[in-house]
């Protein structure tokens, strides 16, 4: 597979691309003529540049400086399963603005015109009624169908009024059966003519039945049998056709009599379509989810009504569906820009017992669907659907430890959530962070790509292991991101609202941070060091030349492996200041984030 996409030219518009760490000796200079060095690849982050820039020849003379320098190439394989994956470029998404007075022109005709859409069609209950072909009420047309067949219904009665009526006929009588044979034919003929000239053929039978008594004798009962025959035929056909006027003009009348169905009222996600602003705001996302085409959005919005109401939506969200997997799904927080972010823990189904409740056959795979959709729905409509307010969702997708491409149930009802939610929940979704991405992670996404549309495709982003937490505090606040990814959220004295400072210690280099004290009070802190691997230590020294530093924590290395926050707290007596020191002895920077609170000194 890998050989394949390097094979593959890029297109003018969308390519694939590989952004690599290089560790070069100086600061890029102009392309020289002269053949670069082939880089020291160490981790991949998606960019997007023409052509690859090439740094000077090596200047051994100068000590090396790591920095980071964007190269863009045309691999399909990842040069490190710890780095982040390629995929095709796309440019990366920037969520528009859900204030009406934001919109183009253009953009405004075409929500009035989805408006003015789904008015008829809430006047006229199409989003209730089902695709199934109804029974239409009598019209003209039908009439017409019905006096076509009524030549059919004439000629059953013409056939028992001469069994009835016609007299008996002997041997010595064949001129006689003949010749009343014959005026019988052509009385049949007559039924099927219009009705106007109908008067005027009679008139010529009973000529006809005259000259016919001319050459033979015919008896009396015989040509009353005709003429009774004559006004049977158009009697029945008075009848049946004042039967379809009267059945006709009923209809009409019933519903001339019964007054219009008031409009239907249709709610989504909690908003009344129409009512207020809030219906702006869902209509803008079946807007922008086809692009702006009018009839493309009002049909997606159809369908996902429908869709609803067939789900069961209603129901659904008062359903009891256990807890079991409140580890897989859960939210937590918000990012930088106030979106709730939902995290999906896929390492949770190595869990063999809960994988096996989850997926192991098509009744599980459709509970755990369900269950998905129901967790949504809670999630959406806790968001705020007024213009410019928040309606939006960040999703982490943590791969770590997931079971791979090799799971065919957790393929199939990812493949199956992935359709759902695209055709049903349109423009949800502010990005899509995937973290620890495996070496597996190119096929899965080739697999998955062709159901996404492009826009989708734009709010996705990647990273490897070793660039998890870096970029996941790009998009989320530390005091936001739980502690097991990066962050110092987490249960204790600290609250999410407490702020978190962000500081980078260079290679080789000593930070201190100061926090000055004026008043007796209690001063508690956290910290935490991306990666530790650094030594740190905390006093107290006061402002009195007489008075003695106190040391608060004795400076100790701090492996990766230990407790990733650490809380300490001290009681100050006099004004003065507590000292944190960060020595950072590796030749990689490091991230210190830290926070404080001070709050009255407890009594003695």
């Not at 290089?22 to 160490?42: A, E, N, R």
């Not at 006047?123 to 030549?151: G, I, L, N, R, Y």
């Not at 009353?224 to 009697?235: C, G, N, P, Q």
């Not at 960040?394 to 359709?419: H, M």
Request: contains cysteine; proline residues 7%.
């Amino acid at each position: 597979m890998a050989e394949e996409a390097s094979n593959q030219a890029p297109s003018s518009q969308e390519s694939v691309v590989q952004v690599e760490e290089v560790v070069v000796t100086d600061v890029l200079q102009p392309v020289d003529k002269t053949p670069p060095p082939p880089p020291t690849t160490t981790t991949s982050v998606s960019v997007e540049r023409d052509s690859p820039p090439q740094p000077e020849p090596e200047a051994p003379e100068k000590k090396p400086v790591e920095e980071t320098v964007t190269l863009e190439t045309h691999l399909s394989k990842p040069s490190n399963a710890d780095d982040s994956t390629n995929d095709e470029k796309v440019p990366e998404f920037k969520e528009e603005s859900t204030k009406l007075s934001d919109l183009s022109e253009n953009q405004n005709k075409a929500l009035q015109e989805l408006k003015n859409l789904v008015q008829e069609a809430l006047k006229s209950h199409e989003f209730s009624s089902k695709e199934e072909k109804k029974t239409p009420p009598p019209t003209a047309s039908a009439v017409d169908k019905e006096e076509q067949q009524q030549p059919q219904e004439q000629q059953e009665v013409v056939t028992e009024a001469k069994t009835d009526g016609a007299p008996e006929k002997t041997e010595e009588e064949p001129v006689e059966t003949k010749k009343e044979d014959q005026v019988e034919t052509k009385k049949e003929e007559e039924v099927e003519t219009k009705k106007e000239e109908q008067v005027e053929k009679e008139e010529e039978k009973k000529e006809e039945t005259k000259e016919t008594k001319d050459d033979a004798t015919v008896d009396d009962d015989g040509a009353k049998t005709v003429e009774a025959i004559e006004e049977t035929v158009v009697a029945v056909s008075s009848s049946v056709q004042s039967q379809a006027e009267e059945k006709a003009s009923e209809t009409e009348a019933k519903e001339e009599a019964s007054p219009p169905l008031p409009p239907e009222e249709v709610s989504i996600w909690g908003v009344p379509l129409l009512a207020d602003e809030r219906s702006d705001v869902i209509l803008l996302k079946f807007l922008r989810a086809r692009e702006f085409k009018v009839k493309e959005a009002f049909t997606m919005l159809k369908n996902t009504i429908r869709w609803r109401k067939e789900f069961g939506m209603e129901e659904l969200i008062e359903e009891k569906l256990g807890d079991e997997l409140e580890k897989v799904v859960f939210m937590h927080g918000s990012d930088k820009e106030g979106h709730p972010v939902c995290y999906n823990i896929y390492g949770e189904f190595q869990n063999k017992d809960l994988y096996r409740k989850t997926f192991s056959d098509e009744e599980k795979r459709e509970k755990f669907l369900r269950w998905r959709i129901q967790f949504l729905e809670k999630s959406i409509r806790k968001l705020d659907f007024n213009p410019g307010g928040i309606c939006t969702i960040v999703q982490v997708n943590d791969l770590k430890n997931s079971p791979g491409p090799a799971k065919w149930e957790l393929r199939q009802a990812t493949k199956n959530a992935l359709q759902l939610l695209q055709d049903n929940y349109p423009e949800f979704v502010a990005k899509q962070v995937f973290i620890n991405v495996p070496w597996w992670y190119l096929a899965v996404n080739r697999m998955i790509s062709p159901f996404l549309t492009h826009r989708t495709k734009s709010k996705f982003v990647f990273a490897g292991p070793s660039k998890s937490t870096e970029t996941l505090l790009r998009y989320i606040a530390p005091e936001q991101l739980p502690v097991k990814y990066g962050g110092l959220s987490k249960d204790g004295e600290f609250a999410n609202t407490d702020a978190v400072t962000e500081i980078t210690v260079r290679p080789a280099a000593k930070h201190t941070v100061e926090f000055s004290v004026t008043e007796s009070c209690l001063l508690s802190w956290e910290l935490r060091v991306i990666g530790w691997e650094v030594s740190y230590g905390a006093e107290f020294v006061p402002d009195s030349e007489g008075s003695y530093t106190v040391i608060v924590q004795k400076t100790r290395k701090v492996g990766s492996s230990e407790e990733p926050v650490l809380c300490n707290s001290f009681k100050v007596g006099e004004p003065g200041k507590v000292v944190l020191t960060i020595d950072n002895t590796s030749s990689k920077k490091k991230k210190l984030l830290y926070r404080l609170k001070t709050k009255p000194s407890p009594s003695d």
